[in-house]
């Protein structure tokens, strides 16, 4: 991508952005290296890294019920290690293959709205429109439920930057919804880690961007990037763009750093190594690794330094 495309565009939407610095989070798993799902005790040692070793103290997750298979209970695990901590969380629904109503109960197990502030927000689904794995109908019709359900708190989905860009999202941007996740992956975009950082912006810049013009609002909706990345050693090439812990420490420190800069809150894929991982199949039939994105180790050893202006 062209860096004039991402100034021109940039500069229409930068006076949304620039109030203030953003806030910097991770996506965090809910199982342990071993495959089984994370108890309290599991999350309060990943907060305790991620505090000692960022500038963190927002984390979200993708699955509320389940991951790989286990019957995981997230929500009340997560969250009283959290509000020990000091750290947000933004949970995350997986409602892909009619599992919405499985996904929900525990949140309402957990009775999220209790812990106040550590609830940062909760968001349904993660790039299925992208995906293909759940329409827009049923979108909508779920985060209009969760917003009934829990009334006092931000509700938003998170998707692929192109889909809140090119119109797929519309629907889902005039729904009434809260939080808006853009995921943007240079790397999956098989640019050279030289390019990463325009790309990244350009992406961002477009879909925020959209999302202003669709909603009329500035501000109106809370627009976050919801996922960006790149994988460490032992991680997968893709294309021009290579893995490798190096390239990881310099777009976290080109891209992140300078997004947050710029005013815009992001998640960073991911914080934990998670070998357990299956690999993930691209559009074009790739088979690629996604067990070592962390930018920590498995067992929480920080790959590098995390600290933006430090």
Request: aromatic fraction near 12%; hydrophobic fraction near 40%; include cysteine.
């Amino acid at each position: 991508m062209q860096i004039r495309t991402f100034a021109a565009v940039a500069l229409a939407v930068a006076p949304a952005a620039v109030s203030a610095a953003g806030q910097l989070g991770f996506a965090v798993g809910n199982t342990n290296p071993d495959g089984s799902c994370k108890k309290q005790s599991d999350f309060e040692a990943d907060f305790e890294a991620i505090k000692d070793n960022t500038q963190s103290t927002l984390v979200r997750t993708y699955s509320s019920s389940d991951s790989y298979g286990n019957p995981c209970n997230t929500p009340s695990e997560i969250l009283p290690a959290a509000q020990a901590a000091g750290i947000q969380v933004l949970l995350g629904m997986w409602p892909d293959g009619g599992v919405y109503e499985k996904e929900k109960a525990p949140l309402v197990d957990a009775n999220v709205e209790e812990y106040g502030d550590t609830l940062f927000g909760i968001t349904v689904g993660s790039e299925g429109m992208y995906r293909g794995t759940y329409s827009q109908n049923e979108l909508i019709t779920w985060i209009g439920d969760m917003k009934a359900t829990f009334p006092s708190t931000k509700i938003g989905t998170a998707d692929s930057w192109n889909c809140w860009n090119n119109g797929t999202m519309d629907g889902i941007i005039k729904s009434g919804i809260d939080l808006v996740l853009a995921n943007g992956f240079a790397y999956w975009q098989y640019q050279h880690i030289s390019n990463a950082t325009a790309t990244y912006f350009d992406d961002m810049a477009q879909a925020l961007a959209h999302v202003q013009e669709v909603s009329g609002s500035i501000d109106g909706i809370h627009f976050m990037s919801g996922e960006t990345g790149w994988p460490g050693d032992g991680g997968t090439d893709a294309g021009a763009a290579k893995a490798g812990t190096d390239n990881e420490e310099t777009y976290f420190n080109s891209a992140v750093c300078a997004m947050l800069e710029w005013g815009i809150d992001l998640f960073w894929f991911e914080a934990f190594d998670e070998p357990n991982k299956a690999d993930a199949i691209g559009d074009d039939g790739q088979v690629a690794s996604e067990q070592y994105w962390g930018s920590f180790t498995s067992d929480r050893t920080p790959k590098f330094n995390m600290m933006c202006g430090a």
